[in-house]
């Protein structure tokens, strides 16, 4: 059997490490207790989610030696090679560069990777297909026409039935169609649902969550010997959840100290119901999994006369600079709460002047 690893993206958002620590023990339990003997562990790009801080980089580091000291071999005493693909290069970066050359000093230890397209061969006979994540104009002309037992890759796929994942001006869009048909499997990294393309392609997804908006089941991915994929639910990956409110009475029903998924809601109300919604949301302000935005309908009436699409309609928000700060955290994981104020605070003082 062959196990892959897509997108784990180490250190994204605030997720708990524990998160991760205990997703990999699941993840190597599943291969251990496995009827077939596993002859590779394959991490399909977007490993890191960014350039990492010293304490990162020491979490990283552990994580790594426990999976490629995975003891997934015969009679837990030997390790399964691990083979390493470089994803989009925003998250990755150069920074194989830091942990290859110590992994590679583990005895009893045997890992690959690679930043660029190229063949080999398993220590099964397998032939494999590595396509990292490349941009720019690269030939495969080369490596499309030969057949293959594995393609593993990084980056979108196109295909006339399903195209879950857009490219930008310079990545690279892969053919599923064609790459399934010179192979027995192909599982790619970079789109986070897992996707079944059809004709043995797919995209793995991540084992876990970070963000509202995804909603799609977190599974451990593999396949048999036959190339037969079997899934199984990720049961420790958390749920973003996103709730729309439209009285007091609704959200205090809805709120509690009990919750333990991210839960935001999105309160749509009058100016004068602010504070009402404000006292009930502060009454749980210690729970860090509750969030919510104020969106005004004070000038509903006005909106609905334009008779436009739900989805169209800009309704003007309350209190703009929190609605904007969440919403730079919850897309791009980063959190401008600091230098929002400090903004602040410069235009104040030139007003002042």
């Known amino acids: 059997m062959y196990a892959f690893i897509g997108d784990l993206h180490l250190c994204a958002g605030k997720l708990p490490r524990m998160d991760y620590v205990k997703s990999l023990n699941k993840f190597l339990g599943i291969i251990k207790n496995h009827k077939e003997k596993c002859h590779g562990i394959f991490v399909i790009g977007d490993l890191f989610d960014k350039k990492l801080s010293v304490d990162e980089l020491e979490f990283a580091s552990a994580f790594l ?121 192909c599982v790619f990294g970079h789109f986070h649902g897992y996707t079944d393309f059809g004709n043995n392609v797919f995209y793995s997804g991540p084992w876990l969550r970070w963000k509202y908006g995804e909603d799609i089941d977190r599974v451990f991915f593999i396949c048999n010997d036959n190339f037969e994929v079997e899934t199984f639910l990720n049961d420790i990956a958390l749920k973003y959840e996103t709730f729309t409110v439209h009285s007091p009475d609704e959200l205090r029903k809805m709120v509690s100290d009990e919750i333990n998924n991210p839960h935001r809601f999105i309160i749509y109300c009058k100016s004068d119901e602010l504070p009402e919604y404000h006292g009930i949301m502060n009454a749980y302000k210690k729970n860090q999994y509750l969030k919510y935005q104020i969106i005004s309908t ?23 600079i929190p609605a904007l700060i969440e919403y730079v955290k919850d897309k791009y994981l980063i959190d401008v709460s600091e230098e929002v104020k400090d903004y602040e605070s410069k235009i104040n003082r030139d007003k002042q002047e």
């Open 65 to 185: 030696v426990n999976l490629v000291c995975n003891g997934c071999g015969r009679d837990g005493r030997e390790h399964v090679p691990v083979y390493f693909i470089h994803g989009t290069y925003t998250h990755d970066y150069e920074q194989y560069e830091i942990f290859m050359p110590m992994l590679e000093k583990i005895d009893n230890v045997r890992v690959f990777y690679t930043d660029t397209a190229c063949a080999g061969v398993l220590e099964n006979g397998a032939k494999i297909l590595y396509l990292p994540q490349q941009y720019g104009d690269v030939d495969y002309s080369e490596y499309f026409s030969h057949q293959y037992d594995i393609i593993i890759g990084h980056g979108p796929l196109s295909s006339e039935t399903k195209n879950p994942c857009k490219s930008t001006k310079y990545e690279i869009m892969h053919s599923a169609e064609l790459l399934g048909s010179i192979s027995k499997i």
């Open 298 to 320: 004070d000038d509903e009436e006005d909106i609905d006369t334009l008779e436009l699409p739900e989805e169209h309609v800009n309704k003007p928000i309350l209190e703009p």
